[in-house]
């Protein structure tokens, strides 16, 4: 019995054999199959790949070009420059500034004012007065015939100046000896200087690097000889044939002239470097409170030529302010301040004839900054006025008369402590301030919203 029941288990285990045998030929044969439609060895161990989403075309490269990626344009300079009045230095004004040991200071004029300078790049004020010094028998004098100490030019540059214009019609008042020392005393302190030049062989103009901009400056004066061949200021002597050719001069009603000298210069400046063109001039009617015919096709011209800023001086009151628009360049716009009145001066109320209001008294630090971006460009972009009016009294203990220049800035709340007022100079102070702002308001708001909606560099 245990015999036949080995012999069943035997027969068993080849049917199970067989079975699994047949299976795996059967397996065999479908791999086999499948391996001659793809194209494959059936001697190759691994695996036909099935591709699930056959690509249907090949990948072609792009054919757009690539665009370069331009840098953005930024801001890489900013020249904010400041101007103010004549500087009218009449023997009161001088004798102001005396010392007990014979010297002069007149730093004190301008305290109030210095930190303002201080916060610009650069300062110009009007030297309308000689510096003749005493060595060949002058004396200091006041109008009409001006001589200063040469301290007023080192008290100007330790509060913030950094150029004086020296064409005026006051420029010759000491004649050739004085119009050349004016020079090398300016020189000499290290102060810039413009309108009036040492030799024919230096420029009709400056052009100073600031804040990475090159700016041109030039300044003018008019003339009273209608002989093109002499020059005379403020009705006086003729100036010698030596010197006649170092100033910068024009005659009021010769525009044309005026303007082939000064497109002639602004040439020269371009061929310089200058990338920014500043126009200071010496015209109009004294105590005139608006410019007159002859100001403005002179300031039209300048505008045609491409000057940027005009600032003038000598009516001793202050002038509006226009925006002038080229006849030969729609793009190009002109910012003109005909006067920026007297910076210091002993023209007050009651003292003149010829005018019977305080605007004598008033003057203003007028200032424009110019903007350069990385693409070159250049161009005018801020202006801003601040009113000052001279604050004049006797001081208590040394006797002397006080010219205190005072910044009527209205971000200061209370104006009698920081300028020190004095009892009733509140109410002259505010009154200065009403009377600059009625001449300048109109046309400062309309330069101000001009700039505004320039539209932005690149």
């Given amino acids: 019995m245990k015999k036949n029941h080995r012999s069943n288990r035997h027969l068993a285990s080849v049917a199970i054999f067989l079975t699994v045998a ?29 591709q699930t989403q056959p690509s249907t075309q090949a ?49 004190g004029y301008f305290a109030h004012l210095q930190p303002y300078l201080e916060e610009l790049d650069y300062a110009a004020a009007n030297l309308e007065t000689t510096l003749a010094g005493l060595d060949v028998g002058y004396s200091y004098s006041g109008y009409p015939n001006f001589n ?23 420029s010759y008042d000491t004649h050739e000896y004085g119009f050349l020392r004016t020079q090398q005393v300016i020189q000499s302190a290290g102060m810039d200087h413009i309108g009036t030049k040492p030799n024919l062989e230096a420029d009709n103009y400056l052009i100073r690097q600031i804040d990475g901009i090159q700016v041109g400056m030039i300044c003018y004066t008019y003339e009273t000889n209608a002989d093109p061949d002499k020059v005379a200021l403020n009705g006086g002597a003729n100036m010698t044939a030596a010197t006649q050719g170092l100033i910068n001069v024009f005659m009021k009603d010769d525009v044309a002239g005026f303007s082939a000298s000064l497109e002639e210069n602004i040439a020269d400046m371009r061929a310089d470097g200058a990338e920014a063109i500043v126009l200071f001039i010496h015209w109009g009617e004294e105590y005139q409170l608006t410019q007159n015919y002859q100001q403005e096709p002179i300031a039209q011209a300048a505008c045609d030529l491409g000057v940027d800023v005009i600032v003038g001086g000598h009516p001793h009151v202050i002038q509006p302010i226009d925006l002038l628009e080229s006849a030969t360049d729609p793009d190009h716009k002109t910012v003109c ?37 990385s693409d070159g460009t250049v161009r005018l972009e801020a202006v801003e006025a601040l009113p000052l009016w001279v604050d004049l009294y006797t001081d208590s203990q040394t ?11 209205t971000a200061v709340e209370d104006w009698t402590e920081a300028l020190d007022l004095r009892p009733g100079s509140l109410e002259k102070a505010r009154a200065s301030y009403e009377r600059t702002m009625a001449i300048i308001g109109e046309g400062l708001a309309e330069v101000e919203n001009y700039l505004a909606t320039l539209p932005p560099i690149g």
């Fill in 59 to 107: 990948t072609q490269p792009s054919t757009q070009p690539t665009q370069p990626t331009q840098p953005p344009v930024t801001l890489t300079g900013q020249a904010t420059i400041g101007a103010t009045g004549d500087l009218l230095m009449h023997l009161p004004c001088i004798q102001g500034g005396a010392q007990a040991d014979g010297t002069y200071d007149f730093t």
């Fill in 148 to 170: 200063c100490p040469d301290q007023i030019v080192t008290s100007l540059q330790d509060v913030g100046f950094d150029m004086l214009l020296t064409a005026n019609n006051h």
């Fill in 399 to 409: 006797g002397q008369r006080v010219y205190d220049v005072l910044p009527l800035d």
């Fill in 22 to 50: 047949l299976v795996m030929l059967g397996t065999a044969a479908v791999f086999i199959h499948l391996a001659r439609r793809q194209g494959q060895d059936p001697d190759q161990t691994q695996p036909p790949v099935i």
């Fill in 337 to 373: 301040l005909y006067s920026t009145g007297n910076l210091v001066s002993n023209q007050r109320q009651g003292y003149l004839d010829q005018i019977g209001t305080a605007h004598t008294e008033d003057g203003i630090l007028f200032s424009f900054s110019f903007a350069k971006y």
